[in-house]
Each structure stands twice: as structure tokens, then as C-alpha cells.
């Protein structure tokens, strides 16, 4: 019986990035996803996480963990530390800077989405949705300007395959043009990592 229960949604790239976290790790078996639909009131992740945010993980003790960066710092110190969380300062600091640059991505990406899905044709503000992706343009150009490295796995490197993994999902890919080596980056990274094909959202 798994140990932890992860509260995610199969088309989150946060929950993605905690699942593929995991895999790296050998956690995985240890983990059951349980299904959250965030825009539920009934839905209990609210008591769980008072946000009302995933993904969310749930621990023996019924200690709730949140969010995705908490997430994977916990499950790296479960994993016995300096995994994916680099404890050299000279790793550490740039592999979170890289998480917090991919999350970022992942957070405009979101509420671009947000602004398409939840709002009528006639509410929708284009002034916000370029300004989201004023973020999402220039945390790409800046990644194709320098590339992390491909044989690094770590917190920063997980949550750029997930940004860009997202982006290919709800944007159909449309970042691929004019970003060649973050295209080959992907592709390269993405090769050997466990579970990536298993996560990727339909």
C-alpha cells in the first residue's frame, strides 16, 4: 500500500513535475495520485491545502506538503539528500533559480489558459493575456540563450521539460518555432527520463 497520497490532475505540469520528481528518485511506487478537481467546493483538497492548490502531498502522518518546489525538496531529503537538489552552493542556487524561472513560465502559461477557459469571448482582456505572455517570450528566450544542461537532473531541469512539455499541450506546441536548442534540449533530456511518456496529458 503506498505511503504517500499526491492530490494532482493529470493535466497539471506542478503535478507533473512532482510525479517525474518521484520516478527519479525511486518514489514512485510509494505515491498514490489521487485525482483533484480544484474548482470542486466539495472537493476536500481545500481542507488539505487551504489554497486550495495541487499538487499537494500527503504523508504517513497526515502532514500535508505543498507546493511542487516543497514537494520535491521533501521527497529529495526522503531520497537521502543532493539528488535532484544539488547541496554544493555553486549547483544548488542556479538549479533553483532555473526551477523558479520554469515555474514561472508554467504560472503565466496557466493563467493564460484560466483567461481562455473561464471567461466569455467578451470578458476575455487582452491587455493580461499579453502581458503572460511577455513572461512566457522571455523566460524561452532566455532558456534558448543558454540551455541547461542535458545530462543535469535536477529540481531546475524537471520543471523546464514540464513548462515545456505544457506548453505543448495547451498551446500545441507553438514555442518550438524560433527555439531550436530548447527543442533539441527536450528531446535529449527527455529521452532517458523515467516516466515522462507515461505523464504526458491527453
Excluded at 520516478?23 to 505515491?31: E, P, S
Aim: one cysteine or more; charged letters at 30%; glycine letters at 6%.
Amino acid at each position: 500500500m503506498p505511503d504517500f497520497h499526491l492530490r494532482s490532475s493529470p493535466t497539471s505540469p506542478f503535478g507533473r513535475k512532482v510525479k517525474l520528481a518521484a520516478a527519479t528518485l525511486g518514489l514512485l511506487d510509494r505515491i498514490e495520485v489521487i485525482k483533484t478537481d480544484t474548482l470542486d467546493p466539495a472537493d476536500d483538497i481545500r481542507l488539505q491545502n487551504p489554497l486550495g492548490k495541487i499538487p499537494a502531498l500527503v504523508t504517513p502522518d497526515g502532514t500535508v506538503v505543498y507546493d511542487s518546489r516543497v514537494i520535491l525538496e521533501y521527497m529529495d531529503y526522503l531520497a537521502g539528500g543532493g539528488r535532484i537538489l544539488p547541496k554544493d552552493p555553486a549547483d544548488r542556487f542556479p538549479a533553483l533559480t532555473l526551477q523558479a524561472l520554469a515555474d514561472g513560465i508554467m504560472d503565466a502559461a496557466i493563467l493564460r489558459r484560466y483567461e481562455i477557459a473561464m471567461r466569455e469571448p467578451a470578458e476575455r482582456s487582452a491587455r493580461w493575456d499579453d502581458h503572460q505572455r511577455g513572461k512566457v517570450e522571455r523566460g524561452l528566450a532566455a532558456l534558448e540563450a543558454n540551455p541547461p544542461e542535458v545530462d543535469e537532473v535536477d529540481v531546475g531541469t524537471i520543471a523546464v521539460a514540464c513548462a515545456l512539455g505544457y506548453l505543448d499541450f495547451r498551446f500545441d506546441g507553438s514555442w518550438r518555432e524560433g527555439h531550436p536548442r530548447l527543442v533539441a534540449w527536450l528531446d535529449r533530456f527527455t529521452a532517458d527520463l523515467p516516466y515522462w511518456t507515461e505523464t504526458i496529458p491527453s
